[in-house]
Structure formats: C-alpha cells, structure tokens
C-alpha cells in the first residue's frame, strides 16, 4: 500500500482525467485539479500508514526486564541462547 499509492498518484498527474478535486471543481478548490484515481491514492497511502503503526507490534529492547520476561514465555527452541 504504501509504495503502490505514491507510484499510482505519479504516473495519474501524467494521465489527462477529469478532476473530481479541486481547481476548477466544487469541491477543496485550493487544491490543484485531482482526479478520482489520486485522491483513491492518497486515501490508501493514508490506511497504509495508520496499518503500519497499528499493527508493528510492542517496540521489545534486549536487555530489559520486559524482553526477558517475553523471552521467558517462549518455546525452548525457539528461545535465544543466552550467555
């Protein structure tokens, strides 16, 4: 998502489509003229980019309390050796 939305939004401001945003539209006339394809574009840029951050998972640093107890709680063989 996020690397298809900006390469789908370039090679759109190439294409000649009528704007549905935009200058020379009812709708957010200072921006310049969007077509649908763009502002479908920015709209999955955006969803991609809240997924990132809802769905990367607790930040776990070696060393701390927290990583060893989530260390403590895996199966022996996938549990990292430690010295």
């Given at each position: 998502?996020?690397?298809?939305?900006?390469?789908?939004?370039?090679?759109?401001?190439?294409?000649?489509?009528?704007?549905?945003?935009?200058?020379?539209?009812?709708?957010?006339?200072?921006?310049?003229?969007?077509?649908?394809?763009?502002?479908?574009s920015f709209?999955?840029?955006?969803?991609?980019?809240?997924?990132?951050?809802?769905?990367?998972?607790?930040?776990?640093?070696?060393?701390?309390?927290?990583?060893?107890?989530?260390?403590?709680?895996?199966?022996?063989?996938?549990?990292?050796?430690?010295?």
């Amino acid at each position: 998502m996020l690397l298809e939305a900006p390469t789908r939004y370039i090679l759109e401001m190439l294409r000649q489509e009528p704007a549905v945003v935009g200058h020379g539209t009812q709708y957010l006339r200072f921006l310049p003229p969007q077509s649908f394809s763009m502002v479908l574009s920015f709209v999955l840029f955006v969803a991609g980019v809240v997924l990132w951050f809802a769905f990367r998972g607790p930040k776990i640093v070696p060393g701390e309390p927290e990583a060893q107890e989530h260390n403590a709680d895996a199966p022996a063989a996938r549990r990292p050796l430690v010295a």
